[in-house]
């Protein structure tokens, strides 16, 4: 009972100083100052009694109580007649007054400043510094990469757009970049990251980035059905608050075909959009076609590797590209900038070298890309002639259907030789799936069969002979609804195997329960297929239950890379784009047998020397030996053209050559 009446004691206190608190400002005034008289007047008064030096008659003590009581409320405590003291005490209120304004007005103004940069709504004042439109799970990678390319800048800066809280942004980006650099104590380095809060498509929002002095613009395309109505407003907004072309690269991604001549029509002649469903598709098409090609645009696309830069001709002006391709030791040549901005990849060897064009190649730096010729170290007698034969037919699986999946189609029937056949399986039933490819009946190369089923199913997997076919594409299934399989009703599941919607990363929940179910057929079977998987977050691909070097197409993450580079380096959007089409040059894997001999140890050069015989340009090896062991799992692009090494049967050498 005790308790409850202290409780209740407790309660009726703290009801009793709400209502004091709700009373009003006078109410406040009030009690406030007969709370402190109430402290202060007793205090005083046992100080001047408790002071041997006090006035011995009771008025003088008074009078002592009263000055105490003045100095410690700040009203004087001035002692003489009645209208003395009255007007000392109004002129002490009077200024009391007047300092307590002034302290609370500053007050205000400080705490209205330290709010809006809170909220993110002041300007940034940077020239030089990469803006970044929009909010996205592609963020991270971006700005770590960004991050990774400002590493040898003195001074550099990311400012970030988005209509997101900027304390939230900060500290989820100071999440991400800790967690990718944890161990190696670099963190942001040089780099400082600025985040302001506002809509995208708001021009005046834009204006807080200061868009117009940047050197680069990237406009990440969000997540949801109206992400690319949303990339396509923020692009006009950004006309909009920088009418006047300046000399910051935009770069934009778009996820579905249909927005993508929208998009760069927003952009402008001077941007670049990528169109994430077109490139994803033909990646998915070339790693199929030859496994381990995603490892080694994982290494081009990553900052922390060797990738794509120019170099001044210098003393290779008026000679010929082949001669280039053994000039440079420690890079390798890929193509020529011309001086209009014009790019071609693997021109051929007879091509005559401007002063006013600059070599592209691949190298580690920028600095390492330094003329030395490495042409005395061919050796003559490994070289050997082979040539590549027609096409064979072959027997292709695509598990899973999505909105790319009629471009995944339409490639694979630019590739494979006559008579090979494609078989989907797929929620979406027949009718539908052939109305949305639109490309079956064009297909001259490639028989279509459509099989209507769930890709998460092991007894349908098993029936398929999975084993049997030469390659397997999984794809991330989307937009229908789930079907139980027949032998038993479906049982409850931690993991929702329903199909998600079009984006996010719902997707990847129904593909690594099917890379779990193939892993255990390939087991069975003795015999692993030749898969490629596509998967929206780089995060699940860690998970996902497949050997170690498998190839792995992470949209997202790819996407964010590619936007990187194009952003620190323009010219590279005409590179990317042809590496990426069906026509023109591209990279292959072949075997290092068709070039050299496999019987003795030969340098880099001579496998340099022999694809230049056959107009192609080698970049780099995979050996078979360390297919399994990461993280570079055998690829090895760049090595230095001096290095002896000793190939198998089974290798493959890196080569840029037309399709």
Known sequence: MAQRHTTSLALR?????????????????????????????????????????????????????WVSVGQTLKIGGA????????????LALVALLFVSTLVGLITTGINRRIMLLRRGHSTVLESGHTVLLGWS???????????????NQRRSAIAVLAPKDKVEMEEEISTSIAATTAGTGIGTGTTRIICRNGRTTDPTALARVSPRTAKAVLVLPPEGDTGDAQVVKTLLALDAAVPEPGGAVVVAAVRDTRSHLTARLAAGPGGHVLCVDDIIARLLVQT?????????????????????????????????????????????????????????????????????????????????????????????????TAHSGAPEAERLLLLGWNRRAPLVVEQLDQFVGPGSTLDV??????????????????????????RRGDITD????????VPAYDRVIVIGETGHEPVPHAATPPPARAIDLGL????????????????????????????????????????????????????????????????????????????????FEAEGNELHLKPVADYVRTDREVT????????????????????????????????????DKRQRVRFGEHDWLIVLAES
Request: proline residues 5%; contains cysteine.
């Open 13 to 65: 206190l703290r009801y009793r100083f709400d209502n004091l608190m709700a009373g009003g400002t006078t109410a406040l005034i009030g009690w406030f100052a007969l709370a402190c008289l109430t402290v202060v007047v007793p205090a005083s008064t046992v100080l001047v009694w408790a002071d041997r030096a006090a006035p011995a008659t009771l008025s003088g003590r008074l009078a002592a109580v």
């Open 79 to 90: 002692v003489g007649s009645p209208l003395y003291v009255l007007a000392s005490v109004a």
């Open 137 to 151: 799970d592609q963020i991270f990678p971006v700005v770590g990469e960004l991050v990774a390319a400002n590493a």
């Open 288 to 384: 199929a076609r030859e496994p381990g090609l995603s490892l080694v645009y994982q290494e081009l696309l990553d900052f922390a590797g060797d990738e794509f830069y120019t170099a001044a001709p210098q003393g290779l002006a008026g000679r010929t590209f082949g001669e280039a391709l053994l000039a440079f030791s420690t890079s390798s040549v890929v193509g020529l900038l011309h001086a209009d901005g014009g790019v071609a990849l693997n021109p051929d060897p007879g091509t005559t070298i401007s002063a006013g064009e600059r070599i592209i190649l691949i190298s580690e730096d920028d600095d390492t890309a330094v003329p030395a010729d490495a042409s005395s170290c061919v050796d003559e007698d490994a070289i050997v």
């Open 425 to 450: 399986v797929s929620l979406a039933d027949e009718v539908r799936t052939r109305a949305a490819s639109g490309v079956t009946e064009a297909c001259s190369h490639l028989e279509v069969a459509f």
């Open 458 to 465: 092991p007894e349908l997997l098993a029936k398929l002979d």
């Open 500 to 579: 998600a919607p079009e984006t996010g990363t719902e997707t990847d929940d129904r593909t690594l329960v099917t890379l779990l179910h193939l892993r255990a057929i390939g087991e069975a079977a003795g015999r692993e297929p030749s898969l490629t998987t596509e998967m929206s977050d780089d995060g699940n691909r860690l998970l996902a239950p497949a050997r170690e070097g498998a190839d792995f197409i992470v949209s997202g993450r790819l996407i964010s890379l590619l936007m990187t580079q194009i952003s620190e380096s323009p010219y590279l959007a005409a590179v990317f784009e042809e590496l």
């Open 604 to 639: 880099f050069a001579t496998l340099v020397e022999s694809a230049r015989r056959r107009r192609e340009c080698a970049v780099g090896y995979r050996l078979r030996a360390g297919t399994a062991t990461g993280p570079a799992y055998g690829v090895r692009l760049n090595p």
